[in-house]
């Protein structure tokens, strides 16, 4: 029973445009998203985080949107650089716990 | 910055020997983890500590144990490897103290068992 899904395994975008990544999670007592980015080789980077009271997190090229209702959030990189290729994670926290539940990852590859 | 050290970066063994998995972080985090990743799969949490002492399971827990040596280093064993537990590990460390406060990670332990 996957709790956090990550329905695409992989996505290619042209340098400069915009990628979208999306998650979508079951348990409504989540209350923190992360999103991990990951090069081969290497741990899980932190990239951005929400909180379930905001609806969007900006952070540079990096946005994050949550929909509580439709229990979904995207991660939006505007524009897209080569050096974004990495498996990126959604991962969840429940109030009150410290554990991560992590998405299955989206490979993104951005085209020079 | 260290961060998040994990030793060894890689290690074969035979089924059944035992082996035993370091971390140690250096940036005074109360809370410890433990997670793996197969292919295809995101991490899956085996055990954790959120502070000196203590130590909870996780989602995975089976075939494997703990230590929280200190604030610093929290250890990971496999008493009798099974191929099953092939896989890539990773250590990771937060400051829970912070709402929210994200998990930093080491750059992971790849482990085969034949």
């Known amino acids: 029973d996957q709790q956090v899904k990550q329905n695409s395994p992989s996505l290619s975008v042209q340098e400069g445009r915009i990628s979208i990544l999306n998650c979508d999670y079951t348990?409504?007592?989540?209350?923190?998203f992360l999103w991990y980015k990951k090069y081969p080789a290497e741990g899980p980077t932190f990239l951005i985080s929400?909180?379930?009271?905001?609806d969007k997190n900006e952070d540079g090229r990096f946005t994050v949107f949550l929909n509580k209702s439709a229990k979904h959030l995207s991660l939006h990189i505007v524009p897209s650089q080569p050096g974004d290729s990495a498996v990126y994670f959604c991962?969840?926290?429940?109030?009150?716990?410290?554990?991560?539940?992590f998405g299955s990852g989206t490979r993104l590859q951005v085209q020079p | 910055n260290a961060g998040v050290t994990q030793t060894p970066k890689f290690q074969v063994l035979k089924t059944g020997q035992s082996m035993t998995l370091q971390c140690a972080q250096d940036?005074?985090?109360?809370?410890m983890y433990w997670y793996r990743q197969d292919p295809g799969m995101g991490l899956r949490l085996i055990y954790y500590s959120a502070s000196e002492g203590t130590t909870d399971k996780g989602e995975v827990p089976n075939g494997y144990n703990v230590s929280r040596l200190n604030k610093r280093e929290f250890s990971l064993r496999l008493e009798s490897a099974a191929p099953s537990q092939t896989s890539v590990y990773f250590c990771?460390?937060?400051?829970?103290?912070?709402?929210?406060?994200?998990?930093?990670f080491g750059d992971g332990t790849r482990l085969s068992i034949l």
């Open positions: 348990n409504s007592m989540f209350d923190y």
């Open positions: 990771a460390s937060s400051d829970f103290s912070t709402a929210g406060s994200p998990q930093h």
């Open positions: 940036m005074n985090h109360n809370s």
């Open positions: 929400i909180s379930s009271i905001k």
């Open positions: 991962a969840a926290s429940e109030r009150g716990r410290r554990a991560l539940t």
